[in-house]
């Protein structure tokens, strides 16, 4: 015989358990468009559309480039000096009557400083008939004395004959020559000393105190300047910028006797000078 344990706890009658959980409702996913059956063709108003927006816009091209409204009428050239500006304009291969849109500017530029004695040149369009050049011409700043005298600027280009003449007295360099095919001044070393020497002469305005006519380079170890006046001056080659600021202080405090002196020695930081006697 077996006996069976009751449990005393007995659930209520009419009780209902709880839960805890609860239950979302799901969310139902869009269909996905209907993909074109095979064969079949797409509608043709987007395709005629492209193609009215192309004629239109080939139209108005071709209508710009006929009008006489952007016809080329008036070329104008600015800060020209030794050329003119028939002479620019043909340079840069432009004439009046054309369009103005197809004209390409670059390569008017192109053709302009290929000239060596232009530095730089502006091209531009001015709607809607007008073309402007601004040139930046090279101005001569001493004469190389090889065989003859070639005229150069201040980065040692070597200029045309119609660049040669100038409004002012030109230094004579001395110690360099010319390479007719490439006008490339030698050798190098003397060239960049009267470069730089040219531009510090310029910059502490020293040709406004004395008249410098000759800049010799055949000696090494200096170089000497002939002023107007049997006048010497030797520098060392370095530093001609702190060389040239003693020169100034010396001449400004040379004055009325400034006639008399032959020599000045710039490579000293007490400046000997010699006098007439």
């Known amino acids: 015989m077996r006996w069976l344990t009751l449990s005393s706890k007995v659930s209520r009658p009419g009780r ?15 269909p996905p468009p209907p993909r074109p059956a095979a064969g079949e063709r797409k509608p043709l108003g987007g395709v005629i559309s492209v193609i009215i927006l192309v ?20 070329i104008e050239v600015r800060n020209h000096h030794a050329y003119s500006p028939e002479e620019i304009i043909e340079l840069a291969g ?11 500017v670059a390569a008017a530029r192109k053709e302009i400083i290929a000239n060596r004695d232009f ?3 502006r091209v531009n369009k001015l709607f809607p008939g007008t073309v ?13 004395h090889y065989g003859r005298l ?6 040692g280009v070597v200029l045309s004959p119609r660049k040669s003449r100038s409004e002012r007295n030109l230094p004579v ?25 040219l531009r510090e002469l310029e910059s502490l305005e020293i040709e406004s105190l004395i008249d410098i006519e000759e800049i010799s380079l055949v000696s090494s170890g200096r170089i000497d ?38 020599e000045i020695d710039l490579r000293y930081s007490r400046v000997p000078v010699k006098f007439q006697d």
């Not at 360099?173 to 020497?197: C, K, Q, W, Y």
């Open 225 to 262: 300047l002939r002023a107007a006046g049997r006048l010497n001056i030797i520098l060392a080659r370095d530093d001609y910028r702190e060389q040239l600021i003693r020169l100034r202080a010396v001449l400004e405090n040379l004055g009325r006797d400034l006639p008399r002196a032959r």
């Open 173 to 197: 360099i001395r110690g360099l020559r010319v390479v007719d095919r490439s006008s490339d001044l030698h050798p190098p070393e003397n060239r960049d000393a009267s470069l730089e020497l």
């Open 55 to 74: 004629l239109l816009a080939g139209g108005v091209w071709w209508y710009f480039q006929r009008a006489r409204l952007f016809a080329v009428e008036t």
């Open 150 to 155: 070639y005229t150069i600027d201040d980065q």
């Open 132 to 144: 402007r050049i601004e040139v930046m011409e090279r101005e001569p700043r001493a004469r190389i």
């Open 16 to 30: 209902r358990l709880r839960t805890r959980t609860s239950v979302k409702p799901r969310r139902k996913k869009k």
């Open 119 to 121: 530095r730089d040149a």
């Open 94 to 104: 432009l004439e009046p009557g054309g369009n103005i849109f197809p004209l390409d």
